[in-house]
C-alpha cells in the first residue's frame, strides 16, 4: 500500500480468541457477529477495525462495505472481503473471530469533527446490503462508528 507515496506493509487482520457474547454489536442472520468497531484518526490515514464473528459458515456470497464519510458524504471506501481481500468469510471454521483491518487514504479531509465510518455487509453478485440486528433490537444496513 502507498503512503505518503511509500510502500508501506500493513497488518490485514489478527486472528482472536472470543470473549464475551456480552460484547456482540450486532448480529446477521448469516451468522456472521460485529463484536467491536474503531475508527482511529493516524498520520496520513484513517484504520477502521472490526471485530468479526463466525458462528455459521455462510452458504451465500458475502463481502464488507466500510466507508469513510465527512457528515454524509463519502470521501474514502474500503470494501471487499475481510482481512485484505485474502480470507473471505466462507473460508472461516464456524466459531472463529478476527480483528479486520480497514485502511482509508482520502484526498481530502473537510474537517475531523465531521469523520465517521459506515460497516457492514452486502452480496457482492447484487449490490444487496444485508440487515443487521442491534443489542438494542433495532434493524439497520450497517453501523456508524465515530473517531474514538
Request: net charge negative.
Amino acid at each position: 500500500m502507498l503512503i505518503n507515496d511509500q510502500l508501506s506493509v500493513v497488518q490485514t487482520g489478527k486472528h482472536l480468541i472470543r470473549q464475551s457474547e456480552s460484547s456482540i454489536v450486532g448480529h446477521y442472520e448469516q451468522g456472521i457477529e460485529i463484536a467491536y468497531l474503531r475508527l482511529q484518526a493516524k498520520d496520513n490515514y484513517f484504520l477502521l477495525e472490526i471485530d468479526w464473528h463466525l458462528s455459521t459458515v455462510p452458504t451465500m456470497p458475502i463481502a464488507v462495505f466500510s466507508h469513510l464519510l465527512c457528515d454524509d458524504t463519502l470521501i474514502a471506501q474500503a470494501d471487499g472481503p475481510p482481512l485484505g481481500r485474502a480470507y473471505p468469510f466462507d473460508l472461516w471454521p464456524k466459531d472463529t473471530t478476527w480483528r479486520d483491518y480497514r485502511i482509508f487514504i482520502p484526498t481530502s479531509v473537510p474537517s475531523m469533527s465531521c469523520i465517521r465510518a459506515f460497516v457492514g455487509l452486502y452480496d457482492p453478485t447484487t449490490g444487496e446490503r444485508y440487515e443487521v440486528l442491534l443489542s438494542n433490537g433495532d434493524v439497520v444496513d450497517g453501523l456508524y462508528v465515530n473517531i474514538g
